[in-house]
């Protein structure tokens, strides 16, 4: 059994190991959506492009 200062301790320890290991998962969809984000948006002018094109010049 912990007495109550040591307890604190441990728990500390326990919240920043899960904030840790939280973070990098964190980290992973941070930059997985950043990916997305930049894709999503190369499709976009993609298609804008695509567009403006058949509006100037329909014979394409």
Known sequence: MFIP???????LADFRETYNNNQKQVDDI???L???????????????LHQVTVYFIPEL
């Open 5 to 11: 200062q040591e307890y604190n301790l441990q728990m």
């Open 30 to 32: 941070s930059l997985a």
């Open 34 to 48: 950043k990916y997305a984000t930049g894709v999503t948006a190369g499709i976009a002018v993609f298609a804008l």
